[in-house]
């Protein structure tokens, strides 16, 4: 019995490592904002462009004269795959995941060997959680205005623009369903007043102050092929549960409902935001002379306490298991003194979550190294150090968190969960190159050297965002004294191989790995690929 008093903490270690399904997509920062930008690989900080300046450094505002407006649409499609490949030996306590199950005439784990792939877009409309758009590619939208009263130093300037946005939905039998089937992270910039002023020919400077609204929401299937409910499998065999008889009732009752390593678990949903997520934004621009300019600019960290609601949607048979075993003498004394769960086939509640959007600084030069040709160089640092856990807290106490902190009592207490991630501070390299075909035509191309934040012991199929270069193309057209055009295609590529065993975020096999491992003891491939094609409008008006 002391066997299944462990299954209900696995089943914390299920549901915790759910609720934060959505944060490592923040990798997928400045891939939503403007055209020009992804064209030169986001080198941009000494030649900031247009109103979206507000963003890349404030201080090149000062190059927008008179009234500006502007508007800005990427398209972005996403192609994520994944492989669940079951190595030699492939099992769970004994029990072949590929061998034919008798009752069923299946595979016993029907995920080993197969594969999964998506291309489906979501995104998340604050209030309201995932929204799935149609298949295919997605757009985010962006606009701004900027004010340079005839004669002044100072330029004002607002926007409205997605730092950050990821999100994907998976077909609801496709085999990555378990780490997430749907997820949605978003962070909406909707008022970045924002100031650049003008000290001399040479130096300009900038400030801005952001208010964001900040959203992570989740559907998720939960599976736990540890040994511990391999034991649950044996055992129920033993008991012999498919002929309906119970040998040892009304001491000890298995046979309630049909529950093992690769048998469904429930559904979780989880949906969190911050409406109000204010940072500030400094920058300077230094340009001695018409053909060297450097830049430098600060986005400050925001300080996040994420509330909404979550719900567990049990199966029959998890349910039913409890409900037999708590209806028996000897299950009911051992969940009296254990904290066994009741069986009730659906938890829901608040809860909230803190989170630190990770501070920012970005430096790099322009130079014009021939009168048709500028490159760029820029180098930045996301302080991603901030992620060394997070933690929830609900509203209640709650069974799982109370049979968790048993075998974690570091991290868990009756209704609290701290997830440890140990994520590093990175620093990434950006190149770009401008070629200036005629006085109106400008041909453009970059590489982004995106290195992974995320430690080889954390990966998951959460998350598919190892090291990855951003490689782009695009052009810059005026197409009249007042109105200049950009445009861009983009394309962004990272694999990921996660042998058995070895991220415990993800395929760890060991009894003591209660932090959710979905895919125990296979090994996993991902791929993730991006397109995005942008275009730009801006305008004196």
């Known amino acids: 019995m002391a066997h299944f008093s462990q299954k209900k903490q696995l089943l914390g270690a299920v549901i915790a490592a759910s609720l934060s399904c959505g944060a490592h997509a923040q990798l997928a920062q400045n891939l939503t904002i403007h055209p020009k930008a992804l064209a030169l690989g986001n080198a941009v900080t000494a030649d900031p462009p247009g109103v979206m300046a507000i963003h890349y450094n404030p201080a090149g505002l000062t190059r927008l004269k008179d ?56 995104l998340y409309v604050p209030g309201f959680g995932i929204l799935k758009a149609p298949p295919g590619p997605a757009v985010a939208p962006s606009a701004g205005i900027s004010i340079n009263p005839p004669g002044s130093k100072l330029t004002f300037a607002n926007a409205f623009y997605l730092p950050l946005a990821a999100g994907f939905y998976r077909d609801k039998d496709d085999p990555g369903r378990y780490q997430p089937q749907a997820t949605a992270l978003q962070r909406t910039t909707y008022l970045s007043p924002s100031v650049g002023y003008e000290i001399n020919d040479q130096w300009s400077v900038g400030a801005g102050i952001h208010l964001s609204h900040m959203g992570i929401a989740a559907d998720q299937y939960m599976r736990a092929p540890n040994m511990l409910l391999g034991v649950a499998e044996v055992l129920q065999d033993a008991f012999n549960c498919e002929s309906g008889d119970e040998p040892l009732q009304p001491w000890l009752a298995l046979c309630g409902g049909n529950v093992g390593p690769w048998d469904d678990i429930g559904a979780l949903s989880i949906n969190v935001q911050e409406t109000i997520s204010p940072t500030y934004t400094l920058g300077v621009l230094w340009e001695p002379n018409d053909w060297f300019r450097w830049g430098a600019s600060y986005t400050s960290e925001a300080d996040m306490n994420l509330k909404g609601t979550f719900e567990i949607q049990y199966t029959d048979d998890w349910s039913g298991f409890w409900q037999s075993v708590n209806g028996s003498v000897l299950g009911a004394i051992t969940s009296a003194i254990l904290s066994l769960p009741s069986g009730a086939p659906r938890e829901a509640g608040n809860v909230s979550m803190d989170l630190v959007y990770p501070q920012h600084f970005q430096t790099g030069i322009s130079v014009d190294v021939h009168p048709r040709l500028t490159l760029n160089a820029d180098v930045g640092w996301t302080d991603y150090a901030q992620w060394d856990a997070f933690v929830f807290r609900f509203d209640r106490n709650l069974e799982f968190l109370n049979a968790a902190r048993i075998l974690s009592p570091d991290n868990a207490t009756p209704n609290t969960l701290r997830l440890p991630l140990g994520f590093k501070s990175q620093w990434n390299w950006a190149f770009g190159a401008e070629f200036h075909a005629s006085s109106r035509l400008d041909l453009r191309a970059g590489v982004e050297i995106r290195d992974s934040v995320i430690p080889d012991d954390q990966r998951s199929i959460m998350a598919p965002f190892g090291g990855a270069n951003l490689y782009s193309i695009g052009m810059g057209y005026k197409w009249d004294k007042n109105t200049e055009i950009d445009m861009n295609l983009s394309y962004l590529q990272s694999i990921e191989t996660i042998p058995a065993n070895t991220s415990c975020n993800v395929n760890c096999d060991n009894i003591t790995n209660i932090i959710y491992n979905p895919y125990a003891g296979l090994d996993i491939k991902t791929s993730l690929r991006v397109v995005m094609a942008g275009l730009s409008f801006r305008t004196k008006f």
């Open 67 to 122: 009234r500006q407006l502007e508007v800005n649409l990427l398209s972005i499609y996403l192609d994520i795959d994944a492989d669940f490949i079951a190595p030699d030996g492939y099992e769970i306590f004994g029990i072949d995941g590929l061998e034919i199950d008798p009752n069923t005439g299946k595979q016993r784990d029907p995920v080993a060997n197969t594969h999964s792939h998506t291309n489906n877009v979501a």
